[in-house]
C-alpha cells in the first residue's frame, strides 16, 4: 500500500468515526454554533481559561501591548501570544503573574530555513517565552516532502525546554483533510504538545469540521489550539466542544464578554 492509499484509508476511517460521533450524515461535518443556552453553560471565566490573548499585527505599537498584558491579568486569560521581538516586553510586564508567554515562531508563513525558526526559537525562550507556536513548512507538506516537515517540527522541539508548551500551526486552511491527517500524525511522532489549525493570515480560520478531526488524530493526550476568525463566545465554546483545548483568539475580551467582534488578530 502506498502513502496515498494509506493516507485515503485512514481519512475515509476518520470521517467515519466522526460521522457515527455527530450523527451527521455524509463526509462534511456541519460548522454549527450552539445556542445561546447552550453557550451559557460555561462561564465566562472558565472560557477566558482557554484563550491565548494574541496580538499578531505588524502595525501593533507599544500602547496596544500594554493593554494586551493589562487584560490578560484582569481576565486571567492562559497566556498572551505575540511576535517574538515582543517577548521581552510582555515577559517584564507579566513578571509574578500567572499569564504564559507564547511566542509564534516562522509566523505567519513557516516557508524559511530551519535554523532560522530554530534560532529564533531559542532566543525566545531565552527572553522569557513558556509557549512556542511555530508554524510549519506548508509548501514542503503539499509537495510531499514529509522528512523535512518532520526534521522542520522536530528542530524547535529540541530548541525547547523540558518545561516548554510547543504548539504546531498547521494552517488548516491550505490543508486538504489528508494533509491535515499527515500532519498530526507527524506532530505527535516529533512529540509535539498541540496542533493548532491557523496563524489568522492565510485561508480560513478554525472550524469545527477541522478541530474535530485533528482531535480525532491526536487522541486524547495531545492539545488542540483552535485560531482564527473566532468572533463570539458560542463560536469559541462550540470549538471547544469539538475538541479544543486551547483557543487564539485576537479579540478576547469581546469574546468572552459576549460582545461581537471582526475575530481577526
Known amino acids: 500500500m502506498d502513502q496515498k492509499e494509506l493516507v485515503d484509508r485512514i481519512t475515509k476511517e476518520v470521517m ?44 501593533a505599537v507599544v500602547q496596544q501591548f500594554e493593554q494586551l498584558c493589562n487584560e490578560a491579568v484582569r481576565y ?46 531559542r532566543n525566545a525562550i531565552g527572553n522569557g517565552a513558556d509557549e512556542l507556536d511555530m508554524v510549519i513548512n506548508v509548501g514542503a507538506l503539499k509537495s510531499g516532502n514529509l522528512k523535512l516537515v518532520e526534521e522542520d517540527i522536530r528542530a524547535i522541539k ?17 490543508l486538504t483533510d489528508e494533509e491535515k491527517i499527515i500532519a498530526c500524525e507527524i506532530s505527535r511522532k516529533v512529540g509535539a504538545d498541540f496542533v493548532k489549525t491557523s496563524t489568522g493570515f492565510s485561508g480560513s480560520g478554525a472550524t469545527i469540521h477541522d478541530v474535530a478531526l485533528m482531535r480525532r488524530i491526536v487522541g486524547p493526550r495531545m492539545g488542540v489550539k483552535a485560531s ?38
Open 16 to 59: 467515519q468515526r466522526l460521522d457515527q460521533k455527530s450523527g451527521l450524515h455524509g463526509n462534511k461535518i456541519q460548522d454549527e454554533v450552539p445556542s445561546t443556552n447552550a453557550g451559557q453553560r460555561m462561564s465566562a471565566a472558565e472560557l477566558a481559561a482557554f484563550i491565548d490573548h494574541t496580538l499578531l499585527k505588524p502595525e
Open 76 to 121: 486571567k486569560f492562559k497566556s498572551v501570544c505575540v511576535n517574538s521581538s515582543w517577548i521581552p516586553f510582555v515577559a517584564k510586564k507579566l513578571r509574578g503573574t500567572s499569564v504564559k508567554i507564547c511566542s509564534v515562531i516562522g509566523f505567519p508563513l513557516g516557508e524559511m530555513d530551519t535554523r532560522s525558526k530554530a534560532f529564533e526559537a
Open 158 to 174: 529540541r530548541a525547547c525546554r523540558s518545561t516548554t508548551i510547543l504548539k504546531v500551526i498547521l494552517e488548516t486552511g491550505l
Open 228 to 265: 482564527g476568525g473566532i468572533r463570539n463566545f458560542n463560536q469559541a465554546v462550540a470549538l471547544i466542544h469539538a475538541g479544543a483545548s486551547r483557543l487564539g483568539c485576537g479579540s478576547s475580551v469581546d469574546v468572552i464578554t459576549g460582545a461581537e467582534s471582526s475575530g481577526k488578530y
